[in-house]
């Protein structure tokens, strides 16, 4: 599966493999969050994901983190 994307820093479009994205799922919205790099520039993208793009990205074979919450 593929799926769109956009970098922030150069603004290029493009489609990424499910291999070339990682989902991290915390215990709230500021600790949920895909991450790819850019294949144009090579920039570190961090982008919030909420439960939507959390299903599409975690259903399609994207690698999941799930992170702990602190105790």
């Known amino acids: 599966m593929r799926f769109r994307a956009g970098c922030p ?3 290029a479009r493009f489609e990424l493999p ?3 994205l990682r989902l991290a ?3 709230s919205s500021r600790t ?4 790819f790099t850019c294949p144009e ?3 570190a ?6 439960e939507r793009i959390v ?4 259903g399609g074979g994207v690698s999941t983190l799930r992170l702990q919450p602190k105790s």
């Open 41 to 43: 520039c090579g920039a």
């Open 32 to 35: 949920t969050f895909y991450s």
């Open 18 to 20: 499910a291999g070339a």
């Open 25 to 27: 799922v915390g215990g």
């Open 9 to 11: 820093d150069c603004r």
């Open 55 to 58: 299903e599409l990205l975690s």
């Open 45 to 50: 993208v961090r982008k919030p994901a909420g």
